[in-house]
């Protein structure tokens, strides 16, 4: 069982920066993928970045370039620092982690995910 809690959403404007963190508790021992998604109402959720415990990276098509992830030494927060945010960038944005398992899977669907934090909202404004 794995706890996840977004924090550090907020209003900013174009071109802004924020940082998304996501505290990790329960089985933060085992191997597993821990990853951003992101949802605006009324369309498909997005897979944002993922990680694991090896440090292995693997980022989907949004973001690319201006978003970053990572994840503390303790493998106790996961972080999303986005970099100049734009008004597309506005969304729901959650934190989300799979089951025991080796890597991440493949194209990062969201169905592979077991279990989520509630979100954290993200607004950007022009």
């Known amino acids: 069982q794995v706890n996840l809690v977004e924090s550090g959403g907020g209003s900013v404007q174009r071109g802004e920066s924020l940082r998304l963190s996501c505290a990790v508790s329960?089985?933060?021992?085992?191997?597993?993928?821990l990853a951003w998604f992101r949802q605006v109402p009324g369309k498909e959720r997005e897979a944002v970045a993922a990680?694991?415990?090896?440090?292995?990276?693997d980022y989907g098509d949004v973001g690319h370039g201006r978003f970053f992830i990572s994840l503390n030494d303790a493998k106790t927060t996961l972080y999303l620092q986005m970099n100049d945010l734009a008004p597309t960038d506005s969304a729901q944005y959650y934190c989300?982690?799979?089951?025991?398992?080796?890597?991440?899977?493949?194209?990062?669907?969201?169905?592979?995910?077991?279990?989520w934090g509630q979100g954290t909202n993200v607004a950007v404004s022009s």
């Open positions: 989300a982690a799979t089951g025991v398992r080796w890597g991440c899977p493949d194209g990062l669907p969201g169905g592979d995910f077991t279990f």
């Open positions: 329960g089985d933060i021992n085992s191997r597993r993928c």
């Open positions: 990680t694991n415990r090896d440090g292995t990276l």
